[in-house]
Nanobody
Framework: VQLQASGGGLVQAGDSLRLSCAAS????????VAWFRQAPGKEFEFVSA????????HYANSVKGRFTVSRDNAKNTWYLQMTSLQPEDTAVYYC???????????????????WGQGTLVTVSS
């Protein structure tokens, strides 16, 4: 099983970026998929997640209204559309998938079974 995150880069404040996470080796249509991030010198934090139905998405307060998570089960891929990016969004973004995630654990790292390698997003002011 492998998760491959991509789409990171260097952008200016106010710009948009879309991250992708492509999964291989298994099907993740029944998994909750998520994005976490870690900024330099800061703790690992939950960003967003979406349940297998694709209709139930959750966001950290810091990104709510600016980021949108989506998934394409046919492609075994999920996305994080990021708009109005700010310097504080600078971080390495990781995708994750878990089969036993429930609402109360959706923001917990240990709820997820599989992780991507991370993609760096740098937002300049």
């Amino acid at each position: 099983v492998q998760l491959q995150a991509s789409g990171g880069g260097l952008v200016q404040a106010g710009d948009s970026l879309r991250l992708s996470c492509a999964a291989s080796g298994d099907t993740f249509s029944r998994s909750t998929v998520a994005w976490f991030r870690q900024a330099p010198g800061k703790e690992f934090e939950f960003v967003s997640a979406i349940f297998r139905s694709g209709n139930n998405a959750h966001y950290a307060n810091s990104v709510k209204g600016r980021f949108t998570v989506s998934r394409d089960n046919a492609k075994n891929t999920w996305y994080l559309q990021m708009t109005s990016l700010q310097p504080e969004d600078t971080a390495v973004y990781y995708c994750a998938a878990g089969r036993r995630v429930i609402l109360s654990t959706i923001a917990r790292e240990n709820a997820y079974d599989y992780w991507g390698q991370g993609t760096l997003v740098t937002v300049s002011s």
